[in-house]
């Protein structure tokens, strides 16, 4: 097991930030490893906040309409 996440981490430390956040958004697919090497290189890169995605709106925060029209809900 220790083997395939050195393999994933290895592999991972060469992709670019761009291309680790993609692959964070199908991370639910990877094997548990995988997972792990993912989790650690976005963390040690400071991606791993970016990768959770952003933080839903709060209750009142204002939604765009069109044409910049906004509104409370």
Do not use: H
Not at 31 to 57: M, S, Y
């Amino acid at each position: 097991m220790a083997d395939n996440y050195k393999q994933f981490r290895t592999r991972y430390e060469d992709m670019s930030d761009g291309e680790l956040l993609e692959l964070a958004e199908q991370s639910d697919d990877l094997v548990p490893d995988a997972q792990a090497a993912l989790k650690d290189e976005l963390e040690a890169r400071g991606l791993a906040a970016e990768a959770d995605g952003p933080e839903p709106p709060a209750g009142n925060a204002p939604i765009a309409r069109a044409a910049g029209e906004l509104s409370f809900e």
